[in-house]
């Protein structure tokens, strides 16, 4: 049972446009949602996160928006870069702790 | 500051071996995590401890896989036996409380062939 999911394995966009990475959840308890980047032979590293009490959060080119009655999260990557091709990992966690339930991974290549 | 470290990085056997794969979580971190990435189910939670007691572990595919805390430094993952569906990148991860993000190791590439 798929708790968090990104239905998009992969994603390819050109350099200076915008990337949308998407990720659905099932679990109405969750209060917390987080973004992670992954570059291969790597571990996962934090990207940006939001609590559910808020629609949206920002940070420099990266901005997450949270739609709690679709149960739907989205990570806007503007403008895209080379450097920004990775695997973007979306997760979720409830109650204030820091277990993190992941989704499959989204590919992004940004490409020139 | 150091991060996560975990050994080893890549590990290949052979079927019906036993595998350790180890974690030291960052200093000052409480809880614990193991992680398998996999294609298709993406990072897969096996097990965490909080103040070195498994909180959880029903992520844990069967009896063949255990994992130990001895103390706050130190946590160990084994398979016995090893079977070749047990491939995978395996990540350990600590966080402590009030901060909802983990941090993550390297991970270690286990081939079993």
């Known amino acids: 049972d798929q708790q968090v999911k990104q239905n998009s394995p992969s994603l390819s966009v050109q350099e200076g446009r915008i990337s949308i990475l998407n990720c659905d959840y099932t679990?109405?308890?969750?209060?917390?949602f987080l973004w992670y980047k992954k570059y291969p032979a790597e571990g996962p590293t934090f990207l940006i996160s939001?609590?559910?009490?808020?629609d949206k959060n920002e940070d420099g080119r990266f901005t997450v928006f949270l739609n709690k009655s679709a149960k739907h999260l989205s990570l806007h990557i503007v403008p895209s870069q080379p450097g920004d091709s990775a695997v973007y990992f979306c997760?979720?966690?409830?109650?204030?702790?820091?277990?993190?339930?992941f989704g499959t991974g989204t590919q992004l290549k940004v490409e020139l | 500051d150091a991060g996560v470290i975990q050994s080893p990085r890549h590990e290949v056997t052979e079927m019906g071996q036993e595998v350790t794969l180890r974690c030291k979580p960052i200093?000052?971190?409480?809880?614990l995590f193991w992680y398998r990435q996999t294609m298709m189910r993406g990072l897969e939670l096996l097990i965490y401890?909080?103040?070195?007691?498994?909180?959880?572990d029903s992520g844990m595919p069967e009896d063949r896989f255990s994992a130990k805390m001895p103390n706050a430094s130190f946590s160990t993952l084994k398979i016995q036996p090893s079977e070749p569906r047990d491939s995978a990148v395996y990540f350990c991860?600590?966080?402590?409380?009030?901060?909802?993000?983990?941090?993550f190791g390297e991970g270690s590439r286990l081939t079993v062939l």
């Open positions: 991860a600590s966080g402590t409380g009030g901060i909802r993000e983990l941090f």
């Open positions: 679990n109405s308890m969750f209060d917390y």
């Open positions: 939001i609590s559910s009490i808020k």
């Open positions: 997760a979720a966690s409830t109650g204030g702790g820091n277990k993190l339930t």
């Open positions: 200093s000052g971190h409480n809880s």
């Open positions: 401890f909080n103040n070195n007691v498994p909180i959880d």
